[in-house]
């Protein structure tokens, strides 16, 4: 069973760093790409990172590039996304994702709050 599984968010003061990590089960992690989203109610789901199989940071949103950094460890088949200058836009639920044998695979979310 492929498990997705985020922690780390929290509520955070504008200007300050956080860093998520998704633990993950059931599947042969360092085989698959793996992406970080976010999603702000009413909005639609928006796609923040990508990292590759080896860990090379594939892809970042133009709104993240160069504050945020994606990595993992496909030792502890965890992925990390680190963030910092975090502004009251960065606001949403993140969301860990993988597509593991053509399906789309999500985490529950973890909610970050920039505000001071």
């Known amino acids: 069973q492929v498990q997705l599984v985020e922690s780390g968010g929290g509520l955070v003061q504008p200007g300050g760093s956080l860093t998520l990590s998704c633990a993950t089960a059931g599947f042969d992690f360092s085989s698959y790409v793996m992406t970080w989203y976010r999603q702000v109610p009413g909005k639609e789901r928006e796609l923040v990172a990508v990292?590759?199989?080896?860990?090379?940071?594939?892809k970042y949103a133009d709104s993240v590039e160069g504050r945020f950094t994606i990595s993992r460890d496909n030792g502890k088949k965890t992925v990390a996304l680190q963030m910092s200058s975090l502004s009251p836009e960065d606001t949403a639920v993140y969301y860990c994702?993988?597509?593991?044998?053509?399906?789309?695979?999500w985490g529950q979310g973890t909610q970050v709050t920039v505000s001071s």
């Open positions: 994702h993988a597509v593991i044998w053509g399906r789309d695979y």
């Open positions: 990292v590759t199989r080896a860990g090379d940071p594939l």
